[in-house]
């Protein structure tokens, strides 16, 4: 009979039990990959570039012209996710612009409520990773989006201005970009 120690990850895991030091350790080991990385095509590189400019400029411009804030720094991960894996569950719109207004307001909450403290910026992206979660709105930069609401001391215009009305100009934009190549479909779905 094996001890604890000899299970596999996956064996652990199918006894219910808590997974030994070495399981936990050889589960960081990973895997081969199975699929080799490949670079797009270079039309849709091309597309890609086209679409990050156009997207982060025009909210950049904006933002210039109108002296409003409409960027935010997490937008330019938004951009790789957007222009750069469209397909990708991640860069739909439901989850781009959910994704960082959700982020949005729990940043402004949580600076509103505990102020500006290591453990509030920690507290604002934790909880922003676990409310798009649990409302299936997962996009990675909105974590970045609830860190830069506590650390830049945002108030609750934050949330429309530069967050909800930038990531809506970003999905605009890769709405009309990405469908430019025959590869492409953006979205892959809406909700």
């Not at 219910?16 to 670079?39: C, D, E, N, Q």
């Not at 997207?55 to 933002?63: D, K, P, R, Y």
């Not at 938004?78 to 959910?98: K, T």
């Amino acid at each position: 009979m094996s001890s604890r120690g000899d299970l596999t990850p996956d064996q652990a895991e199918a006894q219910g039990s808590f997974l030994s030091w070495r399981a936990y350790l050889i589960k960081m080991k990973g895997t081969k990959r199975t699929a080799p990385l490949l670079a797009p095509p270079v039309a849709d590189l091309a597309v890609c570039g086209l679409g990050a400019f156009a997207g982060i400029g025009v909210v950049a411009a904006l933002s210039l012209v109108y002296q409003l804030p409409m960027i935010v720094a997490s937008f330019g991960a938004s951009a790789v996710l957007i222009y750069g894996l469209p397909e990708a569950p991640l860069a739909q719109p439901r989850n781009v612009i959910g994704g960082h207004l959700i982020s949005a307001a729990t940043g402004v909450a949580v600076y509103a409520l505990l102020g500006l403290s290591w453990w509030s910026a920690a507290l604002s992206a934790s909880l922003a990773v676990v409310l798009m979660l649990v409302t299936r709105t997962a996009h990675p930069p909105g974590g970045a989006t609830a860190l830069a609401a506590v650390l830049g001391r945002a108030g609750p215009v934050y949330i429309l201005t530069p967050v909800l009305l930038g990531a809506i100009i970003l999905v605009g934009i890769g709405l009309v970009t990405n469908n430019l190549s025959p590869r492409r479909r953006y979205p892959q779905y809406w909700l």
